[in-house]
């Protein structure tokens, strides 16, 4: 199994609403990341989580609040959002985060969340 | 600071022809490893290759090939005899030693029928 399973695919929310996005992965990876990509750019990276510990924030607005309860489960608590944060958010997941000359290995994403705030 | 370059923005080419996309990285660490990843319309980033640093042996899978020079920073990707189902975008990433790949803005390759 070398998935990474988002759900829901799609999303519409009001500014006022509060939602969850979910991130599911067996292959027994220890890091998971979320990334937002907006119409026609690259993903950009928002957090890193190593062995169920956050340990990157690029500098998120809060009110995008990541959550990782296991090592199989990765979520993305959303309240009170803009327009301006629809975007397709893609989570993904790899054996570990690399150091040093640790050979590279490459993340396996998921298909990502189609958000849209209205 | 390490950046991804894909001066290509958008590529349309006849099915069954040649394409080769274009990539060119900076970064001043002596250990890397490229990538290339496709997103088709259904939105999932596919893993394709992956390159380090040290190995600039070119690579062929199936009608796709890479072509890695250090001397111009570059990894190119071609894919021969296209197909319709290659359309999608393709981006080229770069990972140093820390966590996060830096993706290039990515190519719209369209193959038309």
């Known amino acids: 199994d070398t998935e990474v399973t988002q759900t829901p695919k799609h999303l519409v929310m009001g500014m006022t609403n509060k939602k969850s996005l979910k991130c599911e992965q067996h292959?027994?990876?220890?890091?998971m990341y979320w990334y937002k990509q907006k119409a026609k750019k690259p993903p950009e990276l928002m957090f890193v989580?190593?062995?169920?510990?956050?340990?990157i924030n690029e500098s998120v607005p809060s009110r995008f609040s990541p959550e990782c309860p296991n090592s199989s489960l990765l979520n993305l608590h959303l309240h009170a959002l803009q327009p301006e944060d629809s975007a397709l958010y893609l989570c993904?997941?790899?054996?570990?985060?690399?150091?040093?000359?640790?050979?590279?290995?490459?993340?396996?994403f998921g298909q990502g969340t189609r958000l849209t705030v209205v | 600071a390490q950046k991804v370059t894909q001066a290509q923005t958008e590529i349309s080419v006849v099915e069954k022809e040649d394409v080769t996309l274009d990539c060119v990285y900076e970064t001043r660490d002596t250990t890397y490893y490229l990538f290339w990843y496709k997103q088709p319309p259904s939105g999932e980033l596919v893993f394709l290759i992956r390159?380090?640093?040290?190995?600039?042996q070119n690579e062929i899978s199936g009608r796709y090939s890479w072509n890695f020079q250090k001397s111009t920073s570059s990894f190119n990707f071609t894919i021969t005899a296209s197909q319709v189902v290659d359309s999608a975008v393709y981006f080229c990433?770069?990972?140093?030693?820390?966590?996060?790949?830096?993706f290039g803005k990515g190519t719209k390759l369209s193959v038309i029928p």
């Open positions: 292959m027994g990876h220890r890091a």
């Open positions: 989580y190593s062995y169920e510990k956050l340990s």
């Open positions: 390159r380090n640093s040290f190995d600039e």
């Open positions: 993904a997941s790899s054996p570990g985060i690399l150091r040093d000359r640790t050979p590279g290995r490459q993340a396996f």
């Open positions: 990433a770069l990972r140093t030693g820390s966590y996060q790949l830096t």
